[in-house]
């Protein structure tokens, strides 16, 4: 791959920054030695930049179950502080389950907030959501998610963002790509959608997809169960945090609160790691 035409115009301002929520804070991608215990497709991203070119620093603001209002209170002030080279933003997607939502309203909440991230001089990353195909019961969602993926092309052509248009990626569709929750997405889900961001940045890299042999269908006694395990596991704690209005997010912090630089060997491990002793003596 070609030398990146985006890096070179950002010497001396090498800020890499993550917006949103689950999504980016890296759920699904389950690693124990880094903060919150997740890994994650941006992690991925700044390690990359920083073997592609020294000096990158990163931060990671994003939290799980993060609605836009959330995240806009939360994380647009201190990330126009960091003076970002770099930004990425996921957004939206728990106010789109929730059925209160005003979808005209939240999008031009995410335009307004897009606009004040373009005003950076940052090149801007935005995604599309996908088509996730958990349960029939969400599909009368599939027309709200369809206005918003619509808003965003739209919103990324008006600003000059980058966008990864997450619903037309087909590698999706593979259940192995999503992690047991149906909603977030695996490890290998994590590690592709990396690849395709640095792909569309110009980013070298070698992160290839899955070789996989064609997924075995389950039989009928197999899916059920697999159902009964997904409702138990999943679908009745969700609705019991929706009845006791909390959320998996509540008492976290962001992963990378303030810029790390990426270490280009040993990568983000190696500097939770140095964290960790630090923290023990």
């Known amino acids: 791959m070609g030398a990146n035409p985006l890096l070179p115009e950002l010497e001396g301002r090498r800020v890499f920054v993550a917006l949103g929520d689950s999504f980016t804070e890296g759920v699904g991608d389950r690693d124990e030695r880094l903060p ?10 700044a390690e990359k930049l920083a073997k592609a070119q020294p000096g990158w620093r990163y931060a990671n603001l994003a939290i799980r179950s993060k ?13 126009l502080a960091m003076k970002p080279a770099l930004v990425t933003l996921y957004a939206g997607g728990n106010d789109i389950l929730d059925l209160k939502t005003d979808m005209v309203a939240l999008m031009a909440d995410y335009e307004n907030f897009v606009a004040q991230l373009a005003e950076t001089g940052a090149t801007l990353v935005l995604f599309t959501g996908f088509d996730v195909k958990v349960s029939a019961l969400l599909e009368p ?23 990864v248009d997450y619903w037309s990626l087909d590698a999706f569709h593979d259940r192995r790509m999503w992690d047991s929750d149906r909603l977030h997405m695996s490890k290998a889900g994590h590690k592709y959608l990396a690849g395709q961001v640095l792909d569309r940045l110009g980013v070298p890299h070698k992160i290839t997809p899955k070789d996989w042999e064609p997924p075995l269908r389950p039989s009928l006694r197999e899916w059920e169960r697999q159902q009964r395990r997904w409702i138990h596991d999943w679908v009745l704690p969700l609705f019991g945090r929706k009845l006791r209005g909390v959320t998996l997010g509540d008492e976290l912090t962001p992963r990378w609160p303030e810029p790390v630089k990426v270490p280009r060997k040993g990568g983000l491990k190696k500097l939770a790691a140095k964290s960790y002793c630090s923290e023990a003596n």
């Not at 969602?141 to 966008?163: H, M, P, S, W």
Request: charged share 30%; hydrophobic share 40%; no cysteine.
């Open 141 to 163: 969602l599939k027309k709200r998610n369809t206005f918003y993926n619509q808003r965003v092309r739209a919103i990324a052509a008006k600003y000059g963002a980058v966008l």
């Open 67 to 79: 609605r836009l209002r959330q995240i806009i209170n939360e994380q647009l002030e201190p990330a």
């Open 36 to 45: 919150n215990g997740v890994r994650g497709w941006a992690d991925r991203v």
